[in-house]
């Protein structure tokens, strides 16, 4: 597939862009909460869900201070710290295989250079690409936790285009949160395509800035040629 306009590279997101973080934390949480049935008092299983899924603010909310929060609210989990961080980092496991983004990602790579932008610890980023099927199919990783910079900051951004040799104008950043994907990559000078559902576009109408966007991952290839 050859494609008309200029772009060279493609940088991506991990979290609910290329992985189903979403389902992966419900379906840990569920499986969290039940294994520590007796620690949540009197409250039932479902508002407990809820609130740690609120909480989590779909991952968006700073790692140590998600553990140190949910520690405090339910003491009756009699956990350390270190104890409920090793259990979340078996997140992971509950990543659904994407076999549709696999075949996507290795016709893309015939065309474009193509690298991973993502906020997180190293060691869960890499696993969640390796469960969904994807880590092999990239070879330049850009991850807050392994190089001390993290999205919305330019540097991260300039960082993955220096050694993709690519000008910003050249590159797209895909991804789904509007501060830290896309105005991140907007300032440093990249096109963007935002993956948002059609509700959140309903919501963040008047603040939507990506030059595309689109429901779901798997509609990049047909919106590609749409950049100039
Ligand atoms: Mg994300």
């Not at 949540?40 to 779909?58: A, N, P, T």
């Not at 956990?79 to 295989?97: C, G, I, Q, Y």
């Not at 390796?130 to 807050?144: K, N, P």
């Amino acid at each position: 597939m050859k494609h008309a306009n200029q772009i060279k590279a493609l940088l991506f997101d991990i979290d609910n862009t290329l992985v189903n973080r979403d389902y992966a934390f419900t379906m840990y949480i569920k499986d969290f909460v039940k294994r520590n049935q007796n620690s949540f008092g009197s409250k039932c299983y479902d508002s407990v869900i809820e609130e740690i899924l609120q909480i989590d603010d779909r991952g968006r909310f700073d790692r140590s201070l998600f553990i140190e929060k949910i520690l405090g609210m339910f003491p009756g989990l009699n956990m350390s710290k270190e104890e409920f961080w090793a259990d979340h980092k078996t997140l992971p496991d509950f990543v659904r295989n994407e076999y549709e983004v696999q075949e996507m990602i290795k016709r893309l790579k015939e065309d474009y250079n193509l690298a991973i932008v993502s906020n997180g610890s190293g060691d869960m980023q890499r696993m969640k690409m390796r469960y969904a099927g994807l880590e092999s199919l990239f070879t330049e990783y850009f991850i807050s936790g392994e190089i001390g910079i993290e999205k919305p900051d330019s540097k991260i951004f300039t960082i993955a285009l220096d050694s993709l040799k690519c000008l910003p104008e050249d590159a797209v950043m895909i991804g789904d949160d509007m501060d830290r994907d896309i105005l991140g990559a907007k300032k440093t000078g990249i096109k963007t395509i935002m993956i948002s559902s059609a509700e959140n576009r309903r919501k963040n109408a008047d603040k939507n800035i990506a030059d595309i966007v689109i429901d779901n991952i798997l509609e990049l290839e047909k919106v590609l040629p749409c950049l100039i």
